[in-house]
C-alpha cells in the first residue's frame, strides 16, 4: 500500500462500507463514492476524464478521508472531506474533495477557503460535489474570485452527473469485471436511496416566479436585478439535469450546447441570455444527442407561457419540389402523435416562413406548396408546443413540465428524425472503362486541347466597331444596321446611369 503524500499527515483510506455515524450523510456518502471511484476502474477513469486528467491501466487511484493536511488554514477552522491521488508512473495529481448532500449548499467562502488550502499544501485541485448543478460543462455552481481561481483547478461534480455515469457503465455494460459491476450497482442503490441526500433539479428558484409575473405586466427587465440573474442561472441549471435525465434513458451521453466561447467563459454566456431574456422575454438552450439529426433547441416563451422543443432539418436538396422534400419529413414521422406538433416551413431569400400542424400536412401536404408555387422549401422545424399558462410560472411545475416534454418530444419526433445526405456521386457512363481515364487518353485529351487553343490564336484578328468590339461577320456597316434600336442613333444619348432615348 502506497503512503499518504507528503503533504497529508493523516488520512483514512476510503471506506466501501462506511463506520460513520447515520447523522454523517456528507462523510458517508462521499466515502462510498471515494471507495468505488478507486476500485471500479472504469468509474474512475470516466470521472477522472471529466476533470482533464488521463487514466491509463497502469494508473492507480487512492482515495483518503478524515484528512489532515501539513499547512492548516489562517482560522484552521476548515478540513477537506477527503483526498484523491491519481499516480500514473513517476507522476502524481492530487484534488481536495468537498461534499454536500441534501438541501446544503456550498458557498464562496468555503470553496475559496479550500482553494487557500489547496495552494498552501502543493495540491493541484479541488473537486466541490454537491446537488448544486453547474451553469455549463466548464463552471461552477458557486462565483468564485478571480484571485482564488489561480490558487488551484476547480471542479465540480453534481451527484446526479455521478450517478448518470454510473449508470451509463452498467447500462452500456463497460464494466468488464463481474465483481466491480456488483459494487458498481450497490452504489447506484445507496444512491438512490433517500438517505443517501442525492437529489436531481428539483424546482425553480422564487426569482423565477417574480420575473414571469413582470414580463405578464410589462415590466422592463434589467439585465443587472438580482432576481433576473437568479432566474438565469437556475435555467441554465435545469437545462444541464434535464441533459442528464435524457442520458439516463438514452444510455448515451447528452450534453447541453455550449459554443466554444462560451465555455471558455461563463459569464459570456450567462450575459448572452440576459440579454436574451431582456429583448425577447424568452430563455433557449439546446441538448446535444449523439447521432441525432439535430440538436434539440428548448425555448421557454415568457410572453405566451410556453415552451417549444423543436429539430432543424436541411430540406433535401435532390429533390426539386416542395411537395417532394415534405413528403420526405411526412415519412419520417408517419407514426408519431400529431397532438401539438407542428412543422415550420424555410424558403430562400426574404420570404417569411409558414407554419401548419402536423395533422394538417398529413392531410393535405399540397397546402405547402400553394403558398409559394414559384419556390421549393430550404429547411424545416420540426416543433412540439406545450402551452403551460399558469404552471408556467410555478416553480415546481415548471421544472415537471420540461422534465415531462423533453424525453416525450425525443421519443415521439427526435428518434425518427433523420438528416438529408448527399447521395453518392455517380461514375459517368462515359467514363465506366478505367482506360477512358487513364494516362493514354488525358494526354490525348490534352492534346486536343493544346491544339485547338494554338488554332484560335492563329486566326486573323476582326475590325473593331465604335464600341472597342469585334463583329462576328460582315462589315461595320452590316453591324450597325443590325443593332435593335427602333430609332436613328441621333436619338440616343449616353446618360451616367447607361442608355436612355429621348424624344425627337
Known amino acids: 500500500m502506497t503512503s499518504l503524500p507528503a503533504f497529508a499527515t493523516r488520512g483514512e483510506r476510503a471506506r466501501l462500507f462506511p463506520v460513520l455515524a447515520d447523522t454523517s450523510k456528507e462523510g458517508r456518502t462521499l466515502t462510498i463514492l471515494l471507495a468505488c471511484l478507486e476500485n471500479v476502474s472504469e468509474l474512475g477513469r470516466v470521472m477522472l476524464t471529466s476533470v482533464g486528467q488521463r487514466v491509463s491501466s497502469r494508473s492507480t487511484i487512492e482515495t483518503y478521508t478524515e484528512v489532515v493536511l501539513q499547512q492548516a488554514s489562517a482560522n484552521g477552522s476548515h478540513r477537506p472531506d477527503g483526498l484523491l491521488v491519481l499516480r500514473s508512473g513517476s507522476s502524481q495529481w492530487t484534488a481536495l474533495v468537498e461534499a454536500k448532500v441534501g438541501t446544503s449548499l456550498l458557498t464562496s467562502d468555503q470553496v475559496e477557503s479550500y482553494l487557500d488550502l489547496a495552494k498552501l499544501n502543493g495540491v493541484d485541485a479541488l473537486i466541490t460535489i454537491s446537488n448544486q448543478f453547474p451553469s455549463s460543462p466548464s463552471s461552477h455552481p458557486v462565483e468564485i474570485g478571480a484571485v482564488a481561481r489561480k490558487k488551484a483547478s476547480l471542479f465540480h461534480w453534481p451527484w446526479m452527473h455521478v450517478l448518470t455515469n454510473a449508470s451509463l457503465l452498467l447500462t452500456n455494460e463497460e464494466v468488464a469485471d463481474r465483481d466491480q459491476r456488483v459494487i458498481l450497482h450497490e452504489m447506484v442503490r445507496f444512491l438512490t436511496h433517500q438517505s443517501a441526500g442525492v437529489q ?3 424546482q425553480m428558484p422564487a426569482a423565477w416566479s417574480e420575473v414571469v409575473a ?6 422592463t427587465i434589467s439585465t443587472n436585478a438580482s432576481n433576473v440573474r437568479e432566474a438565469v442561472a437556475a435555467w441554465h441549471q435545469l437545462t444541464v439535469d434535464l441533459s442528464l435525465v435524457l ?3 438514452l444510455g448515451r451521453d447528452v450534453s447541453v450546447r455550449v ?6 467563459d461563463p459569464s459570456a454566456r450567462q450575459k448572452a441570455d440576459l440579454n436574451f431574456l431582456a429583448d425577447a422575454q424568452s430563455l433557449s438552450a439546446g441538448l446535444v444527442v449523439p447521432d441525432a439529426a439535430a440538436p434539440i433547441d428548448i425555448l421557454a416563451d415568457f410572453r ?10 436541411a430540406a433535401p436538396a435532390e429533390r426539386q419540389s416542395t411537395k417532394a422534400r415534405l413528403n420526405w419529413l411526412l415519412r419520417q414521422i408517419q407514426k408519431s402523435d400529431p397532438s401539438n406538433v407542428y412543422i415550420r416551413l424555410n424558403w430562400r431569400g426574404r420570404a417569411q416562413p409558414t407554419l401548419h400542424s402536423l395533422s394538417t400536412l398529413r392531410e393535405s401536404p399540397d397546402i405547402a406548396s400553394a403558398e409559394r408555387e414559384e419556390l421549393a422549401v430550404t429547411s424545416f422545424h420540426v416543433l412540439l408546443v406545450r402551452d403551460l399558462g399558469g404552471r408556467f410560472a410555478q416553480r415546481r411545475n415548471f421544472v415537471s ?3 415531462t416534454a423533453v424525453p416525450a418530444f425525443y421519443e415521439q419526433v427526435g428518434q425518427h428524425l433523420r438528416a438529408w445526405q448527399a447521395p453518392a456521386p455517380k461514375v459517368r457512363e462515359e467514363k ?3 482506360e477512358s481515364v487513364g494516362i493514354a487518353t488525358l494526354r490525348k485529351a490534352a492534346e486536343e486541347s493544346a491544339m485547338a487553343r494554338q488554332e484560335k490564336a492563329e486566326e486573323p484578328p476582326l475590325e473593331q466597331n465604335a464600341l472597342g468590339e469585334k463583329p462576328a461577320d460582315g462589315s461595320m456597316a452590316q453591324q450597325a444596321s443590325n443593332l435593335p434600336f427602333e430609332r436613328p442613333l ?7 446611369s447607361g442608355i436612355e432615348t429621348i424624344d425627337d
Open 200 to 202: 436531481g433539479f428539483a
Open 214 to 219: 413582470a414580463v405578464q405586466a410589462g415590466a
Open 247 to 249: 442520458s439516463r434513458q
Open 259 to 264: 459554443s466554444r466561447a462560451h465555455a471558455a
Open 304 to 313: 405566451k407561457r410556453a415552451v417549444t422543443l423543436s429539430m432543424h432539418l
Open 401 to 403: 413540465e420540461l422534465a
Open 432 to 434: 465506366a472503362d478505367p
Open 490 to 496: 441621333e436619338s440616343i444619348e449616353i446618360s451616367k
